[in-house]
């Protein structure tokens, strides 16, 4: 007896991210090996949640009636109705959802659950691991019994949806590995070209060691965990994989992966990455890699992940894996890292068992083995997790997070920093947690939303903030996001951290003051955006200026700007690196930037190396060519230009924002002596908070014989008055417009680097 299975892997967006596709695949090869007719399909959604989304649900709609499926199989599920229209439509088709670790529950539509029911672990302090060879095996015996019209009702490791009920079938069965050939070749659903799969999922050791017992941490402390729900007792408080590693020999393993890498880059040659699913799978990395070369492997990167204090406690373990690495022609890639947060409360409150500082001393061992180490890296894939907010998350907790992103250039790290919030399963510790809390909610608040669809993770409980600052801050943070996008994501969020510390409004009063937000923000990039391309009679005459290439400076600098936005990006900032960097600039004008760059002592010959390929400029606080003498020395060197921040018009508020009495003096001495030794200035004007009368840059510019370029950075403008900024740039243009001068506007945004001042000799047409 054969049965027709459609197996569907629905994705958030067009993009594939880490989740395993093998998976599923695997489930398909062994439903055809047993002679089932049995479809896969991977489904992009547009996740616009609108009309894409519902055009990608027509197709799938099309698919199913076109398979005429009598078991529909999903591991993950955020938009059920397609699904569940076509159960309705085609008599006696049913839906399962299979977990394999994650957590799972049922939602309205699904007949079957597979793998959410594991067992206690021997020790019976927390549920078992569970792994793709028991899923699948469950899974198999569901199709043979449904294949042959029998009863579905003992069937180990399989629990039934009957009248909404849960009715939890026997654990799942013992673990017996065997060859996993997933099928590769999957059906695309998607509404434009689809992404090329250079990432697959290899299957090693399932759960996870980290086995701390979260009851013990203070947001836990008397909780009871319900006994009618199986939960991860232990481990991270949010995951569902913690304190259960079902470990098998080690050449057993490797014999496994290596054989599912080969028929991966057999059948998929496109492949460039294996994902290893195993969370302590540092022990045999090296032997793992070097069997795959002595195998014959083609070179590929191989990605695991890794907590932060094993990194740094199994460090000789890595070193040999890299060698393994190096000595096959492969590369590898700790492409996961559990960070979630950089503060320590927020650590406790997900059970971590590491600090900030563990945490800031892994990322240190990861940059110094890339540095050291070609077949290395750390921040390609970026996997790593970070979960901004959950229900007890205040703004002093972000604010902390992101000052420490900042501070330590973890930018690198992450994908997208403030999207990911917590997921809430009732099989995870911090679900029971919030419920005490009375955090869960039936539904999602009007305007809120989980984050689990966007990502295309299975649908979560709905949850809301304890604390209505950090409502605002989350809806805020959407705000930006949508208005100014990803890049400057952490300064976004450090404007929006320090705004929400200071409100005191309550839920009520969240919709208004968003509003309030939204319109100073339009008005605020309705100004910029006019200035910055759409100038007319009466505004101030454009700077004369070039494109250049940005040679970025990480080092040190001799001021203290709260909103220092030079170090949330880490780059390495030796001599030999930031050669490499000049060298790979094309010839053309070059623009030295970030952080400080006359506090090299090297800056001067890395000006020389270039001043004859075009025009040489540095983006600086000016006070080093107050003395004179290096002032000459570096337009001898072949400086022709600087852009001088002077951070406030006056020097009470500059030396209040650059955090340095005397700053601004110095700065300004050095304009001078810039201007004596015959560079083109620029005076870079930060638009912040701080300052009271901006238009007054118009005339220091003057003074000093310099164009004028106006940074919009938001975390140093605030929330608090977008509108009052707004007027601001308009009475700023006014003056200079009055006063003739130069001025550039840069977006709302992070600041430009990328332009050079030129004299009017060395004018190209340019364009903002
Ligand atoms: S989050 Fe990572 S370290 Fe924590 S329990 Fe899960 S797999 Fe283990």
Known sequence: MSLRVGFVLPYGQRDDGFFPDTFLGQLCADARADGHVARIARVYYEGDRSAGDAAVADRLAAWLDDGDFELIVAERIF??????????????????????????????????????????????????????????????????????????????????????????????????????????DHEVIALGPPPVITRRTIFGNPGCPYAADPLTQPLYRGLRLPDDVEVAR????????????????????????????????RGAPATRELVLDDQASLRYLAELIGAAGDAG??????????????????????????????????????????????????????????????????????????????????????????????????????????????????????????????????????????????????????GDRGAGRGKGYHRERPWRFLDARTRLAWELAELLRARLGRDGEAAQLHAVAAFA???????????????RIAAGLDALIGVTDRLAHRRGPGDPPRGRQRRAQVV?????????????????????????????????????????????????????????????????????????????????????????????????????????VSRVDGAHAQALAGCRALRAAGAILEIRAPLHAAIVDLAAYAEIARSLDAQLRLDVAIDAIGLADLAAAAAAVTALAARCATEQVPLEVGPVGPALHGWIPVGADELVPSAT
């Open 297 to 446: 492997v083609p070179p590929v990167r191989w990605l695991f992940a890794a907590r932060s204090d094993t990194l740094v406690r199994e460090r000789a373990r890595l070193d040999d894996a890299i060698a393994a690495a190096t000595s096959a022609g492969h590369s590898l890639e700790v492409y996961l890292t559990g960070f979630e947060a950089f503060s320590d409360a927020e650590l406790a409150r997900y059970n971590k068992g590491v600090t900030v500082e563990d945490q800031l001393a892994a990322v240190a061992a990861m940059r110094a083995l890339a540095r050291a180490h070609p077949a290395f890296h750390y921040a390609d894939a970026r996997g790593h997790s970070l979960i901004l907010w959950n229900p007890w998350t205040t703004p002093e907790d972000l604010a902390d997070t992101i000052a420490a992103i900042r501070a330590h250039g973890l930018v690198e790290l992450f994908d997208e920093l403030g999207r990911n919030r917590l997921r809430l399963y009732p099989d995870l510790p911090i679900h029971h947690a919030a419920a005490r809390d009375g955090a869960l909610t039936e539904a999602w608040d009007d």
């Open 79 to 184: 938009d059920p109705a397609p699904l569940v229209a076509y159960r309705a439509r085609r008599a006696g088709a049913m839906i399962a959802l299979v977990a394999r670790g994650d957590s799972i529950e049922a939602i309205d539509g699904v007949d079957l659950l597979v793998g959410a029911v594991r067992g206690a672990t021997r020790a019976g302090h927390t549920r078992q691991a569970s792994s793709i060879w028991q899923v699948a095996d469950a899974f198999r015996t569901l199709v043979a019994r449904r294949a042959a019209g029998g009863d579905l009702a003992d069937l180990a490791g399989v629990s039934r949806i009957i009248d909404e009920q849960l009715v939890a079938g026997a654990p799942l069965p013992p673990l017996v590995a065997r060859p996993l050939a997933p099928v590769l």
């Open 552 to 656: 970025r400076l990480t080092g040190a600098c001799n001021n203290g700007c709260a909103t220092c936005p030079n170090r949330e990006r880490y780059l390495p900032d030796d001599a030999d690196a930031v050669r490499a960097r000049l060298a790979a600039c094309d010839a053309g004008p070059i623009v030295f930037a970030g952080r400080e760059p006359t506090m090299r002592d090297d800056l001067l010959a890395l000006v020389a190396r270039r001043a004859t390929t075009g025009p040489t400029g540095v983006v600086s606080n000016g006070r080093r060519f107050a003395y004179r003498a290096y002032a000459e020395a570096a337009t001898a060197a072949g400086l022709s230009a600087a852009s001088i921040k002077l951070f406030a018009p006056d020097a009470s508020t500059a030396d209040r």
């Open 234 to 265: 232990r481990g991270c408080a949010f995951c569902s994989m913690g304190g259960d590693y079902a470990r098998r020999v080690d050449a057993e393993v490797v014999a496994s992966l290596v054989a599912q890498a080969q028929h991966i880059l």
């Open 501 to 515: 510390q200071t409100w005191r409004g309550d839920t009520a009063a969240i919709a208004a003051e968003r509003a």
